[in-house]
């Protein structure tokens, strides 16, 4: 239910909203690339191993804080704290959660602005505006100021509605959208010529790769990306959920939605590129791995779409559509970290912190971009290689340390009554209090 702070008015509005943060430019360009630079399915198996097995349980432990807080992260990792340490500590993790955010919104923005202005491309093209289709496809700093600027505005204004007028409403609108764009861009790809051959390396796993040890970096990594660990985002979803409503199932269906839809990218990815293949494109790096990274979506998946004729100029908007919608759902989430951060704390019109906040990661942006070649893979490091993990980390140990067993189940009870002789209450605790956290320091050490 609705409060004064604002809330999901559904269940339905909850998932298609904390699925639209997790669902992003993480599961449909970094999912199938990660896959391609590491062996194909075994990567497959163990990001579901790892999503399931690690990320989902930290996703519930930040879920949690957040409906038990009903606030902002600082202020729920506050409230839930009894001695001035655990406070301290708790804004530490809290406030470290929304800075963290606040970066990867700064890099975020500038790669879903490059989706928009490469969505355009096609329509001028269609309508023969061959020098603004160059342009919207170069490599220009103006380029990429104006589209930063131009998603930030469209971040900004859903923000600045609320929750329920604007989160809610937009996940509801852009989910569906999404989903139907994506298994439309799927179905036909499969209909050319050398998609089975990529469908066949997809889902032929190389069992002997599942043990490396940087497989399962970049697959915990990816795990945590997209899920919007570590950033303060699904605590502060979590706070606007109803006391009514089962957290337990509503945690798993929306890390189902996330890997599926990750899933389904990879099948739309991986197989694109050998169609590409049997059109003459190369797709394998010179080392003999499939292409990742930026080229991939940048320069194999464009050459493909021309390869294609009239239909590709429409393929193409598709995909970039796709890709601009899952970033939308994506950056509206991470606005709402910090913005209800300054509302609550600070007694700031809701509106006005938007605006305000929304302008300064755009200045973030454009420094980004104007030092690009230093900031940009220094700004993902810092957020995503190793700002999320230890966050994430660290919110394992609050709930599993610092936070009251009994509290926990207390609130775990709130719309699941029978959740004490659940399977859930019998694994969760000591797997968040031991596993998740060694589990995930292992990994970061090992990644450092
Ligand atoms: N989960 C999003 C994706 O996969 C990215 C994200 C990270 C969103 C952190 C919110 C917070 O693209």
């Known amino acids: 239910m609705s409060t004064a702070r604002g809330g999901f008015s559904s269940r339905m509005g909850f998932i298609l909203a904390a699925a639209g943060s997790a669902v992003g430019l993480g599961n449909i360009w970094g999912f199938p690339t990660q896959t391609a630079s590491n062996g194909g399915a075994a990567f497959v198996l163990v990001y579901l191993v790892l999503a399931f097995c690690l990320a989902y349980p930290a996703f519930m432990a930040e879920l949690l804080i957040g409906r038990y807080g009903q606030a902002n992260a600082v202020t729920s990792m506050e409230k839930i704290s009894r001695s001035l340490w655990q406070k301290r500590f708790a804004f530490v993790v809290g406030f470290g959660g929304i800075v963290c955010v606040v970066l990867i919104l700064s890099f975020y923005g500038i790669l879903a602005g490059k989706m928009m202005s490469y969505a355009i491309e096609p329509v001028t093209s269609l309508l023969g505006l061959n020098d603004a289709s160059s342009w919207l496809i170069s490599q220009s700093v103006v380029r990429n100021l104006i589209f930063t600027a131009l998603f930030m505005v469209l971040t900004i204004a859903i923000i600045r509605r609320g929750v329920e007028d604007g989160i809610e409403k937009w996940s509801k609108r852009l989910m569906p959208m999404l989903i139907g764009l994506l298994i439309l861009l799927i179905i036909y790809v499969f209909t050319l010529e050398g998609a089975k051959e990529g469908f066949a390396a997809y889902l032929n796993p190389d069992i002997s790769r599942v043990f490396e040890p940087d497989l399962l970096i970049s697959a915990l990594g990816q795990a945590f990306f997209s899920l919007s660990l570590g950033t303060s985002v699904m605590v502060i979803y979590g706070s606007y959920i109803s006391k009514s409503e089962n957290l337990v199932t509503l945690g798993a269906q929306v890390t189902l939605i996330d890997v599926s839809i990750a899933f389904l990218a990879g099948l739309l990815i991986i197989p694109s590129m050998y169609v590409a293949q049997a059109q003459g494109v190369a797709i394998f790096s010179d080392d003999g791995s499939l292409i990742s990274g930026p080229n991939l979506v940048f320069d194999v998946l464009p050459t493909l779409f021309t390869g294609m004729g009239a239909i590709g100029l429409f393929v193409a908007f598709g995909f970039f559509v796709l890709m601009s919608i899952a970033a939308l759902t994506s950056s509206i989430s991470m606005l709402e970290g910090p913005v209800s951060f300054v509302v609550e704390r600070h007694n700031v019109e809701r509106k006005k912190a938007t605006t305000f906040i929304g302008f300064g990661i755009f200045i973030l942006s454009a420094l980004i971009i104007l ?35 009994s509290g926990v189940l207390e609130e775990i009870k709130q719309g699941n009554d029978s959740a004490e002789h659940s399977l859930f209450w019998k694994v969760w605790p000591w797997y968040t209090k031991f596993v998740c956290p060694s589990a995930i320091a292992i990994v970061f050490f090992h990644s450092l």
């Not at 810092?382 to 994430?392: E, F, H, M, N």
């Open 371 to 405: 030092n690009f070649d230093v900031l940009f893979g220094l700004v993902i490091s810092l957020s995503t290689v190793y700002g999320q993990p230890l966050i994430a980390m660290l919110c394992c140990v609050f709930v599993g340390w610092i936070w009251q067993r």
